[in-house]
């Protein structure tokens, strides 16, 4: 578990996690052209994501496609957040987002 | 549209063969996958079927098994019984590493924004969680807890 909030402590690190939550299943090349980064450090904040597995990987013939792999997440998720917050946390989370969206609203 | 792709791997204390009746026998599966099992003959061509282990025994989710290679990858088509036109693919692949396994579970083919595709993403994270404490201590968790509002039942 220590891996995981390792890897999560680093905003590039997050971005990625960011960007494969939009898209699943990406090349280097694809990630590298979201971020403003070089190649080398892509691929050094992927091998750290790896390694604690929160991104996984998959050869698609010649493709090596990147994944974002929620188990680590949901492991954590189970270990402190118990059944009965769930409810009141989602009421908070679509409050907020409701008021959130009045606001660009005016 | 693209369609969307859900990966999850994990690592399991087990053998290939043991997590490979877990997935294929349903008495074995529902001790971890909400009192369901997967129900087939797992021949290539076969058709499976996802069943309630209760005596009303409701079918759930049909399909039919693309590629079976015991102990090693089982592929499946998948669609939900209320809506047989919405056809994904789910693949298991099953990879011994040391004394552990590693465990893919590929869902593809989804329609983004569908309720199969909210669906099996609130799922199957608590399928794979359940199924690893029961390969590794003999019990599943219960896969509906505290969830009121999950989209599996929502639409029933």
């Known amino acids: 578990m220590e891996a995981v909030f390792k890897a999560l402590a680093d905003k590039s690190r997050r971005e990625l996690l960011d960007q494969l939550h939009k898209s699943n299943g990406q090349t280097l090349g694809e990630l590298c052209d979201y971020l403003d980064m070089t190649r080398q450090a892509v691929t050094k904040h992927l091998a750290l994501l790896e390694s604690a597995n929160l991104v996984v990987t998959i050869r698609r013939g010649r493709e090596k496609l990147h994944y974002l792999n929620p188990m680590p997440l949901h492991e954590i998720y189970e270990r402190w957040i118990g059944k009965y917050e769930r409810h009141r946390l989602q009421a908070l989370s679509d409050l907020k987002k409701g008021l959130e969206k009045n606001q660009k609203g005016k | ?156």
């Open chain 2, 1 to 156: 549209m693209k369609k969307k792709e859900l990966v999850y791997v994990t690592f399991i204390r087990t053998t290939p063969k043991k997590l490979w009746d877990a997935i294929t026998k349903p008495e074995f599966a529902r001790k971890y996958w909400g009192g369901m099992g997967n129900v087939s003959t797992w021949k290539k061509g076969a058709k499976w079927e996802h069943v309630d282990h209760d005596e009303k025994g409701l079918v759930r989710l049909v399909g039919k098994v693309l590629e079976c290679k015991p102990p090693k990858r089982l592929s499946l088509s998948w669609a939900s019984v209320d809506d047989l036109k919405d056809v994904s693919r789910v693949t298991f692949e099953i990879e011994p590493i040391e004394d552990m396994v590693r465990l893919n579970v590929i869902h593809d083919r989804l329609k983004p924004g569908s309720s199969m595709a909210k669906g099996v993403a609130w799922g199957w994270p608590r399928v794979i969680s359940s199924m690893k404490t029961y390969l590794e201590t003999g019990k599943g968790l219960n896969v509906f807890a505290g969830d009121d509002e999950s989209p599996c039942e929502k639409n029933n």
